[in-house]
């Protein structure tokens, strides 16, 4: 049934509402095993849990899990929509498809760690959806019984590609084997060609993102610049010199002793990325759980769109 037509139902109304209530209920409940879950899960093989992860108190549901709620009940109502009578097995596990992902999300950007026990509940997730699909005949992810093998090993290859790359350019890391594990199993949920769409999307999610962050950027380092230039101005005008501003600048800014310009306040999580990590890494899996929950919340209309572009040859 389409979409629209479900809509209209009085079943596709009861379930709207329900993939909204569950939505809220079930991002309170991830934010709660983030929590809980063991500290050295969102810590490096080698590396000590600092005192915030042994605290509990990693992820508080009245700030980010308010937008976090929202978020999610879209994605449940638009999957139940596209996957709806006769496809009730689709709209669960990729409910909890979706579900795992925001979590992996969560833990990457606050923790820069990607925590294995989510990567392999999720590659369990696709495992058993990819069966399925093959199984039954859908071919709404595979069309073969190769493809999650295929996709798999494609994810996987891609992000050892990167981060091979990375150390021979930068000499460095350009990718997390975190990032390589959770692609293998996104792949094995994509499939082939579809990992190919997924990373297309994750590149385009962190473009954007990148874009969004440099402008931010801009934006807020010229405010700053132009409340020192009045302060200046100010100081001088009542005698002060420019030296004493300077002074005082510094002294007062309790979280800036090095005289570097002080940084502004982000979404939780984001001021405290990376903490314990060296600040150059980029985390990658947020944009590689959102190229999956894309891809299971829009399939038709992803695959729609690449078949009218590959009419235009």
Same mark, same amino acid.
């Given at each position: 049934? @389409?979409?629209?037509?479900?809509?209209?139902?009085?079943? $596709?109304?009861?379930?709207?509402?329900?993939?909204?209530?569950?939505?809220?209920?079930?991002?309170?409940?991830?934010?709660?095993? =983030?929590?809980?879950?063991?500290?050295?899960?969102? /810590?490096?093989?080698?590396?000590?849990?600092?005192?915030?992860?042994?605290?509990?108190?990693?992820?508080?549901?009245?700030?980010? $899990?308010?937008?976090?709620?929202?978020?999610?009940?879209? /994605?449940?109502?638009?999957?139940?929509? @596209?996957?709806?009578?006769?496809?009730?097995?689709?709209?669960?596990?990729?409910?909890? =498809?979706? =579900?795992?992902?925001?979590?992996?999300?969560?833990?990457?950007?606050?923790?820069?760690?990607?925590?294995?026990?989510?990567?392999?509940?999720?590659?369990?997730?696709?495992? %058993?959806?990819?069966?399925?699909?093959?199984?039954?005949?859908?071919?709404? !992810?595979?069309?073969a019984w190769w493809s999650p093998? %295929?996709?798999?090993?494609?994810?996987?290859?891609?992000?050892?590609?990167?981060?091979?790359? $990375?150390?021979?350019?930068?000499?460095?890391?350009?990718?997390?084997?975190?990032?390589?594990?959770?692609? %293998?199993?996104?792949?094995?949920?994509?499939?082939?060609?579809?990992?190919? !769409?997924?990373?297309?999307?994750?590149?385009?999610?962190?473009?954007?993102?990148? /874009?969004?962050?440099?402008?931010?950027?801009?934006?807020?380092?010229?405010?700053?610049?132009?409340?020192?230039?009045?302060?200046?101005?100010?100081?001088?005008?009542?005698?002060?010199? %420019?030296?004493?501003?300077?002074? @005082? $600048?510094? @002294?007062?800014?309790?979280?800036?002793?090095d005289g570097s310009a002080p940084?502004?306040?982000?979404?939780?999580?984001?001021?405290?990325?990376?903490?314990?990590?060296?600040?150059?890494?980029?985390?990658?899996?947020?944009?590689?759980?959102?190229?999956?929950?894309?891809?299971?919340?829009?399939?038709?209309?992803?695959?729609?769109?690449?078949?009218?572009?590959?009419?235009?040859?």
């Amino acid at each position: 049934m @389409q979409p629209l037509d479900y809509l209209n139902t009085t079943g $596709g109304m009861i379930w709207t509402a329900a993939c909204v209530l569950f939505g809220i209920l079930l991002t309170w409940l991830y934010y709660k095993v =983030i929590n809980i879950i063991p500290a050295k899960w969102l /810590c490096d093989y080698n590396e000590t849990p600092s005192p915030e992860l042994l605290s509990g108190k990693r992820v508080s549901y009245l700030r980010s $899990g308010i937008i976090m709620s929202a978020v999610t009940a879209a /994605c449940l109502v638009i999957c139940r929509l @596209q996957f709806n009578k006769g496809y009730d097995i689709y709209f669960v596990m990729f409910a909890m =498809i979706i =579900i795992v992902a925001l979590m992996i999300a969560i833990c990457d950007i606050k923790y820069l760690i990607i925590p294995d026990q989510f990567t392999i509940a999720l590659a369990v997730l696709g495992l %058993a959806v990819s069966i399925y699909d093959i199984i039954r005949g859908y071919g709404i !992810l595979h069309g073969a019984w190769w493809s999650p093998l %295929a996709g798999a090993a494609m994810g996987a290859a891609v992000m050892l590609l990167i981060d091979l790359i $990375g150390k021979l350019i930068y000499k460095k890391e350009g990718m997390g084997f975190g990032d390589v594990k959770l692609f %293998a199993a996104v792949g094995m949920i994509t499939g082939f060609p579809g990992t190919i !769409l997924a990373f297309i999307i994750s590149l385009i999610s962190a473009t954007i993102c990148f /874009c969004v962050i440099m402008v931010v950027s801009r934006i807020l380092a010229r405010k700053a610049a132009r409340r020192t230039e009045t302060a200046v101005a100010e100081l001088e005008t009542s005698g002060e010199t %420019a030296e004493a501003v300077a002074s @005082q $600048g510094t @002294q007062d800014s309790p979280d800036n002793t090095d005289g570097s310009a002080p940084e502004e306040e982000t979404a939780e999580g984001v001021e405290e990325q990376g903490e314990g990590h060296s600040g150059s890494y980029l985390a990658f899996g947020p944009y590689i759980a959102i190229a999956l929950i894309c891809y299971l919340v829009f399939n038709d209309f992803i695959y729609n769109m690449v078949e009218l572009y590959l009419r235009l040859f």
